[in-house]
């Protein structure tokens, strides 16, 4: 038998071209071999016809063997994998994908990019490891609870001095919010803080882990434990919960896995966004996240269970910087100074009490407040005390006795009596 002459079947065409034999050869009758293939009474008649007239082939596919009307060409596969090494080297198949299409006019599905990166060998399969056994459900209302922390990484690539992302994300819509600073610490997380209100109000709860940023590891004082507080608090613990939200803190990263995920996503595709712009200062990073959350959330946000918005403004006649900001305890001297961190204060104002607050604000400004009042105060810059030291050395004199000074004729008598009391 000549290869032209055999019909590649799949088993499911097998199948049913012998049920339609069956029934050409009336041992079944149509509508049990309609019952048999799952098909209509009217369909079988038209395979049966189909089958009499050209015979095995009448159930095989009519484009099988054909070359797709949709298959991208040669050409410009080659084009696009080009572009990709040169310009997108490293950025998954989605990303690179949505970038194709942006960028370059190009417009192709993911798996389909996926493969030919993987036959190219530029794109490796990515194993994901197992789920969490236990899976906490979301919050059901928007502003219910906010998870926030800061990541350390390489977000400039080089291109610019070390970053912290300090990062929000709503528990029920994964919504994002973020901003870039320097370093994680107190300044910053009031700060970002801050102008999360600004933007969505204050949340019911904040989720944070136990960094000392947000979490003290002092011991209570003897005043704090008087007061019947049941441990210390951080600087940013006490004006968040001075706003009326609650903290909650995670025992572990899995905990606040939300955010953690947050994280990932923000290090292989906002790195590589921030990479196509040439990015290269804190500046410049913070204003193309203004513009690239937007996007972000609007690509990835989902709805919450409930629509109900918990986000409350802040009570009106409320100054935040004031809350929001760092407030030690000073004593005052008697001629009127305060020492805070190494510096010197001199209080102008005619009030002069025994105690007072020192505020340092995000803007790193400071206040002293007394009574809900400001103070007025300047810095006293100390005079700088100086030394003269003479160009040439002191020389030592070697101090001899004479023969006959005070300390030669002790001498002399005490080595005289041990003598004689040795005869």
């Not at 949709?70 to 084009?79: A, D, G, I, M, P």
């Not at 960028?103 to 389909?112: A, C, K, M, Y």
């Not at 441990?231 to 609650?246: D, N, P, T």
């Not at 953690?260 to 590589?272: G, H």
Request: net charge positive; aromatic share 10%.
């Amino acid at each position: 038998m000549d290869r032209e002459d055999l019909i590649r079947m799949s088993i499911e065409e097998l199948r049913r071209y012998q049920i339609l034999v069956k029934v050409i050869e009336k041992r079944l009758t149509q509508k049990e071999g309609s019952e048999l293939l799952d098909l209509s009474v009217r369909q079988i008649q038209r395979l049966v016809k189909k089958v009499r007239e050209e015979g095995p082939q009448g159930v095989v596919h009519g484009l099988r063997g054909q070359v797709s009307a949709r298959k991208v060409s040669e050409k410009r596969k080659q084009q696009m994998v080009r572009i990709y090494g040169k310009k997108y080297a490293g950025f998954g198949p989605t990303l690179a994908v949505e970038k194709l299409e942006e960028r370059e006019g190009f417009r192709i599905s993911r798996e389909t990019l996926r493969q030919w990166l993987m036959k190219e060998g530029l794109w490796k399969l990515q194993r994901k490891g197992s789920k969490h056994r236990m899976w906490r459900e979301r919050k059901p209302c928007c502003g219910e609870m906010i998870q926030m922390d800061g990541s350390h990484h390489d977000w400039l690539e080089g291109r610019g001095s070390a970053l912290v992302l300090m990062a929000y994300i709503d528990d029920a819509t994964s919504r994002a919010y973020g901003r870039f600073y320097e370093y994680e610490g107190t300044i910053p997380a009031m700060d970002s803080f801050l102008r999360y209100i600004d933007f969505y109000g204050l949340p019911q709860r904040l989720y944070l882990d136990r960094h000392e940023t947000y979490k003290s590891p002092k011991k209570l004082t003897l005043e704090e434990e008087l007061e019947g507080k049941e441990a210390s608090q951080s600087q940013f613990q006490r004006a968040v919960e001075e706003l009326g939200v609650k903290v909650i803190y995670a025992y572990s990263p899995q905990a606040k896995g939300r955010i953690e995920r947050l994280f990932r996503t923000f290090q292989d595709r906002l790195i590589k966004e921030m990479r196509l712009e040439k990015i290269s200062s804190r500046e410049q990073a913070n204003r193309f996240l203004e513009n690239y959350l937007p996007r972000y959330n609007q690509r990835f946000c989902r709805e919450a269970a409930n629509p109900l918005d918990l986000h409350r403004p802040l009570p009106q006649k409320t100054d935040v910087r004031k809350i929001l900001c760092i407030q030690e305890s000073r004593c005052v001297r008697q001629d009127g100074t305060i020492s805070y961190q190494g510096r010197q204060f001199q209080i102008v104002d005619a009030l002069r009490p025994k105690a007072l607050w020192v505020q340092e604000w995000t803007d790193g400004s400071l206040h002293l407040v007394y009574q809900q009042k400001e103070l007025a105060f300047h810095e006293i810059f100390p005079s700088l005390k100086t030394k003269v030291f003479s160009s040439t050395p002191r020389l030592r004199v070697r101090f001899i006795p004479s023969p006959h000074h005070p300390w030669r004729q002790n001498l002399r008598g005490k080595i005289k009596n041990k003598t004689l009391s040795l005869l």
